[in-house]
């Protein structure tokens, strides 16, 4: 505890003296700035990151307040060893590049075309135009010179050779190998592992095949239609948006006529009560997605639907009703559940990035069929092989890594919204809030030295148009956020009503790219003069503009390109923790609740047998100590009842108690 408070210490120095240093350089050159209707800039801070500052402490010794000064020096030894990419040229000159950037304006930037023209990339199909980002030529030069001095090639070859990148727990890093077709050759530790993941997807084959086909059947002989997926974070984020992508797919959607998908993620009952509710469990697969098969949540909720199964149709049913996604092969037998029905997968897959394993492929195959998430597997490799390949210039997953890198780091963005213009992605942003935070959410490098400068985003979403009538005032009105836009050309759906101008499609592809230009280019208060805009108002209805936004399109929404779209996300944050130089493959932060939240448990357990309530000698704080009593004063029962399964009305219909169908 003593080590953990002098870090949190020492880090809250570095970013204060990082702080006071820059608005004290800067602060003359940008004070009339910040007069003008240039916008775009974040917030106060930027990069520029000096190696030793002078910083202002405060503290309070004995109810009184001291002020002391104080040089803040990065622990130099270490540093030398490591080399933060803060300490490089390449580093400095984009730093010193953002005055330069301070001085321009998208409304201006945009109308180069040779500029225009510059800033697309297309990788299969997948078009990108970054031309309203705050930067030029001299910009995306001095980022890609940044990605090579942190050595990101390097790292790139690194990862697709099975080396152990996640070096705080000695792993390879290999989602990659699991959307890899056969032929290929990828190693960890001496081993090609392509031949295992092709026997799994062996295996994911024939059981959805035997399952879709009526050949596996339930207890009481009838198919099993229905599967329930049981998992939490990548368990769930990622199968999550893979199959709402393609629920209105019309090829996909043939595929899954008569079955459907649903997923049980929170330990929350009330999410056991919406999952289950309306399902026969004689049609009813269960699908149990833990790599240890030791995850608290998922275990109690599995728990729980195996009682469910049980009460039903017997002991002996779990076996038909019941498979595992895990390792443990001596849990998932105790369990009850055939071994093999076990479908594995390994610790070279983070469960972030374990969409394209069985955590995602068996699920998503009993619905779609396998030969739909074949492709889905073809389109993410695709994009693999893209990022390893392509030069720097011409890398899709580079370039929008370090754009966004620049947004973070140097020109002090610390969020991006995340919006679709299908509602077909609408659980894209909360997937992608995973997948970057988790990874990228550090305030440590890889060796563990504290950072001098910003890492991650806070990622948020909605599909258009439903966001524009949320949080698009912010956006476009109070601080800069960037956006990435995507767009589809050919809809999911076809909708165009007689008498209707555009099609619905056309209609929300109209919104698709005005909001682009309107973040980018503003409304003057000149504008609104010559509008007759009434001058109590100006203020009011002028737009800065100078918001940087990017836009990608996709030619449709299928499984090919969802692969893609999944694949380019995944190397973007990758590309982003190369450069920042921390693990983006661990996630160490998600531990500490998860300890606390035993000895909660421990305690919640005692008092509710004993019934009694909380008390100082517990060991918690004031605050949680009341919080605690609070809740459980507002129990029926305080001391529990007599050992018995006990279910949310809505899961058993009777006489006294029948579901609400809102639920389903």
């Known amino acids: 505890d003593d080590d953990s408070s002098a870090f949190a210490r020492q880090r809250a120095v570095v970013r204060t003296g990082r702080r006071a240093a820059i608005d004290g350089d800067r602060a003359n050159d940008r004070a009339s700035e910040r007069t003008t209707d240039r916008g775009g800039r974040c917030d106060g801070d930027a990069a520029g990151v000096p190696t030793t500052t002078t910083t202002t402490v405060v503290r309070r010794v004995g109810g009184a307040r001291t002020v002391t000064k104080r040089n803040v020096t990065m622990a130099s030894a270490l540093k030398e060893k490591t080399k933060l990419i803060s300490t490089t040229e390449e580093w400095a000159a984009l730093a010193k590049h953002v005055a330069d950037i301070d001085q ?160 049980l993620a929170n330990v929350d009952p009330v999410d056991v009560a919406r999952s289950l509710n309306g399902l026969d469990p004689e049609t009813t697969l269960v699908i149990v997605v833990s790599k240890t098969f030791t995850t608290a949540e998922t275990m109690l909720n599995a728990r729980t639907v195996r009682t469910w199964i049980k009460a039903s149709l017997g002991e002996n049913a779990v076996k038909k009703h019941m498979v595992a996604i895990s390792t443990n092969l001596k849990l998932v037998e105790e369990f009850g559940i055939d071994p093999d029905n076990a479908f594995a997968f390994w610790d070279w897959v983070g469960g972030r990035y374990s969409v394209c394993s069985a955590v995602g492929m068996l699920p998503l195959s009993l619905q779609y069929g396998y030969e739909t998430m074949e492709q889905f597997l073809q389109g993410a490799w695709a994009m693999d092989q ?14 929008l890594g370090m754009l966004s890198l620049w947004n973070v780091s ?5 969020a991006r919204a995340i919006l679709p213009y299908t509602q077909a992605l609408a659980k894209l942003a909360p997937h992608i809030q995973q997948v970057a935070m988790e990874s990228n959410g550090k305030g440590v490098s890889k060796e563990g030295l504290p950072l001098d400068y910003e890492t991650g985003e806070i990622d948020f979403g909605e599909p258009g148009t439903n966001g524009q009538h949320s949080f698009y005032q912010l956006i476009h009105q109070g601080r800069t956020i960037p956006c990435d836009f995507i767009g589809i050309v050919k809809s999911q759906q076809s909708v165009y009503l007689k008498g209707e101008i555009v099609s619905n499609h056309d209609e929300l592809m109209c919104n698709f790219f005005a909001q682009a230009d309107a973040l980018a280019v503003g409304k003057s208060a000149i504008e609104l003069r010559a509008e007759s805009c009434p001058d109590a108002l100006i203020p009011h209805k002028t737009f800065t503009g100078n918001r940087p936004s ?3 399109l996709l030619p449709e929404l ?7 779209l999944l694949s380019l996300y995944e190397h973007r944050v990758a590309v982003q923790g190369f450069v920042w130089g921390v693990n983006s493959f661990d996630q160490w932060g998600v531990e500490l609740g998860k300890v606390l939240a035993t000895r909660v448990r421990t305690a919640m357990n005692t008092k509710r047998t004993k019934g009694e309530i909380m008390s100082p000698s517990d060991g918690f704080n004031p605050s949680t100590t009341s919080m605690l009593n609070r809740y459980l004063a507002g129990k029926a029962k305080l001391i529990y009842p007599e050992p018995k399964d006990v279910f949310p009305c809505d899961l058993i219909e009777g006489d006294e108690c029948r579901p609400p169908t809102s639920y389903v």
């Open 104 to 263: 321009t304006h998208l409304r201006d930037l945009i109308q180069d075309p040779e500029r225009c023209a510059k800033m697309v990339i297309e990788a299969d199909g997948v078009y990108c135009d970054f031309a309203r980002q705050r930067a030029t030529d001299e910009t995306m030069s001095k980022l890609y010179d940044l990605a090579r001095a942190a050595g990101v090639k390097e790292k790139i070859n690194a990862m697709f050779n099975g080396e152990h990148i996640n070096n705080t727990e000695d792993r390879a890093v290999l989602h990659v190998a699991t959307r890899a077709p056969k032929d290929k050759v990828i190693n960890v530790d001496g081993r090609n592992v392509v031949p295992d993941v092709h026997d799994v997807l062996e295996k994911i084959k024939d059981f959805s095949d035997r399952v879709r086909n009526g050949e596996w059947i339930g207890e009481t002989g009838k198919p099993l239609t229905d599967v329930v997926a049981i998992g939490i974070g990548g368990s769930f984020l990622g199968p999550l948006f893979v199959h709402t992508s393609l629920r209105t797919n019309p090829e996909a959607a043939e595929q899954a006529r008569g079955r459907q998908l649903r997923f």
């Open 386 to 399: 893209h990022f390893a390949n392509a030069p720097f210039e011409k890398n899709l997953p580079v370039t």
């Open 558 to 564: 299928n499984a090919f390109t969802t692969g893609q």
């Open 410 to 414: 140097f020109l002090g963005c610390p």
């Open 550 to 552: 990017l836009s990608i």
